[in-house]
């Protein structure tokens, strides 16, 4: 478990993670969203320690990271794909580390096949495809076996097969009992793989739920519905108790019913529809949709 | 690529523990695994004694006129003549110290080391401590390799030697490699603090081997007895044949040159720990 409170960072000017409470779970994958620059890095590097946090503090299962026995099988993380050294090997630069903790070199070799790169392992990881980086950094990640995964960006440079490895590979961990934590700007794949979304944007948390209930809330059925009888549909709808939102334009915006159902209800009470028209919000709108107002929020506070 | 399913609990998960000594280990392991760890010593190693065997070679001759010629002849003794690499390998171990520390801010590793090793003092220790182990052998080795080698050379030519059991010569050897080894650190902890390898380099050998040096010839005598303090003019009891009187003595030497070398240590810990990775 991770638990992350009132975490504030400031570079300059700049507030780049601002107040910021959350908690991560273990059992589940929990996505950490957010547009560039939003604050999700700065994060990761101070629940590591990496960074100096200005304010406030974070504890990876009930302790500061820095006091664990193995702060590696505590938290193994993925921050940045080319963190390796070009001249030294995969299986050397992976033994390096192992070394600092008493890591076998016999789970060196297990996490080397693991991520696919047995076959490379004693090349110079220089000569490295950006995908070939990102699972050398995910091999350092489970060096530790450890019992939280934090992955900044992991399916970044990573082809189909990749991506498709890396989420069932998450699946797995979380399944195992694991924490799973990983970060990415994009909602489509924050779709297939999490459970639980926690949703930053100009470094602060603007909505941290599960995934079910944000798909429910973004993609509910709604039907824009225009009509001269919009108020007597608008009655006969709520009777049923079902949500409808008259517009200025004099259209009726339905959620949680169907097209085809608004249409037999219109019908039977005999009211002419003129546009019976499903809106269909994709996460990746709902999900820019709240970035957008968060970053016209903070627009507006600093003029005010 | 061939992917797998991840292993349940490794069976060696329960003994892991993060340990001074494993991370002593694994510094070492990482200049292990560098080519360039071993070009540099080697570098080091082969220009120390060539260049001792070069001048015994090229001074033969003068040897004996110079020891009569006053302090200004070149050659002025054997031990001096047969370390005449002495300033390579200082330079070549310096720029190695400068490495070992910057090299990880280059790639970003560093991130990962701290990441497992977030008791950031360790991993300052082990660097310093296996480069030790590295750098010292091989200074000890090239200094009296050239010792040996050259006065084998000046012995062929028939000039003047020295023996290994001279006190003097046991105070310049031993002496050169502690210098050789002092200035790695110094490039050590300089590359730690500034996290650039260029920069460092040009510290390193613009502000420590070269500007006292510099500043020792041109500022007026009424100088020297603070520029006596300056790292390599603290060495010079230790390195050069003659005991100037114009110097530190011995033992004042070592104890001046040991105290920047820590200094330097203390500001790189001091910055390692209070910044950010
Ligand atoms: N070391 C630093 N020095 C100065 N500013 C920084 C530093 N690191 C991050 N920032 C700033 O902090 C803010 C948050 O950056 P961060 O890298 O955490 O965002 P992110 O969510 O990871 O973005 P991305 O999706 O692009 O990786 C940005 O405005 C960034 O410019
Ligand atoms: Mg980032």
């Known amino acids: 478990m991770i638990e992350v409170r009132n975490l504030t960072k400031r570079y300059g000017k700049v507030t780049a993670v601002d107040d910021v409470t959350f908690t991560v779970h273990p059992g589940f994958v929990t996505g950490f969203l957010g547009p560039n620059g939003a604050g999700k890095s700065t994060t990761m590097r101070m629940i590591l320690g990496l960074d100096k946090p200005d304010g406030g503090s974070v504890l990876v299962n009930g302790a500061a990271y820095r006091s664990a026995r193995a702060p590696v099988a505590e938290i193994g993380a993925l921050l940045e794909a080319k963190g390796f050294d070009k001249a030294r090997s995969a299986r050397n630069h992976l033994l390096t580390l192992a070394t600092t903790t008493g890591i076998s070199a016999k789970r060196v070799d297990e996490v080397l096949t693991l991520v696919g790169l047995s076959e490379v392992a004693r090349s110079k990881a220089g000569g490295f495809s950006l995908g070939m980086g990102q699972r050398l950094g995910i091999a350092v990640a489970l060096l530790g076996d450890p019992r939280m995964v934090m992955l900044d960006e992991p399916v970044n440079g990573l082809d189909p097969d990749g991506v498709l490895w890396i989420r069932n590979l998450l699946r797995q961990l979380a399944d195992e009992g694991r924490t799973v934590f990983l970060s990415s700007h994009l909602m489509t794949e924050m779709e297939l793989i999490a459970d639980q979304l926690i949703i930053i944007g100009r470094g602060k948390i603007l909505a941290d739920t599960t995934m079910r209930e944000f798909i429910a809330a973004s993609s509910a059925n709604r039907v824009r519905v225009a009509t001269p009888g919009a108020a007597e549909l608008r009655l006969r709808l709520e009777s049923r108790s079902i949500d409808c939102e008259l517009l200025d334009t004099g259209a009726l915006i339905v959620s949680g019913v169907s097209a085809a159902d608004i249409g037999q209800e219109a019908f039977a009470a005999g009211i002419v529809l003129h546009e019976l028209t499903p809106l269909a919000a994709s996460l990746e709108e709902a999900f820019m949709e709240l970035t957008r107002d968060s970053v016209q929020f903070h627009t507006d506070g600093a003029a005010a | ?277």
Do not use: C
């Open chain 2, 1 to 277: 690529m061939s992917t797998d399913v991840a292993p349940k609990v490794s069976s060696d998960q329960h003994s892991l523990k993060l340990s001074f000594a494993r991370v002593l280990k694994s510094e070492i392991l990482k200049l292990r695994t560098l080519r360039s760890t071993w070009i540099m010593l080697l570098a080091m190693l082969a220009l120390f004694v060539a260049f001792g065997a070069l001048a015994a070679l090229s001074t033969t001759g003068q040897i004996s006129d110079g020891r009569n010629g006053g302090p200004q002849n070149f050659g002025l003794d054997p031990v001096t003549t047969v370390l005449a690499g002495a300033s390579f390998a200082v330079l070549i171990m310096s720029v190695f110290g400068v490495l070992s520390g910057a090299r990880e801010y280059g790639s970003g590793m560093i991130r990962a080391t701290l990441a497992f090793v977030p008791r950031r003092l360790y991993v300052l220790s082990a660097k310093t401590i296996a480069l030790m182990i590295f750098v010292i052998p091989v200074a000890l080795i090239a200094a009296f390799g050239a010792f040996v080698l050259g006065m084998a050379v000046l012995s062929a030519a028939g000039s003047e030697t020295v023996a290994l059991s001279d006190p003097d010569a046991q105070r310049v050897l031993f002496g050169t490699a502690m210098n050789i080894t002092g200035l790695s650190i110094i490039g050590l902890a300089l590359g730690m603090a500034m996290r650039s390898m260029p920069g460092a380099i040009a510290t390193v050998i613009g502000g420590v081997l070269i500007a006292p040096a510099l500043l020792t010839a041109l500022l007026p005598e009424s100088w020297r007895p603070v520029l006596k303090f300056l790292p390599s003019n603290a060495a010079a009891p230790f390195t050069e044949v003659q005991v100037r009187a114009d110097m530190l003595a011995l033992v004042p030497g070592i104890i001046v040159f040991v105290a920047w070398v820590i200094l330097s240590l203390v500001i790189a810990g001091f910055l390692l720990v209070r910044r950010d990775a």
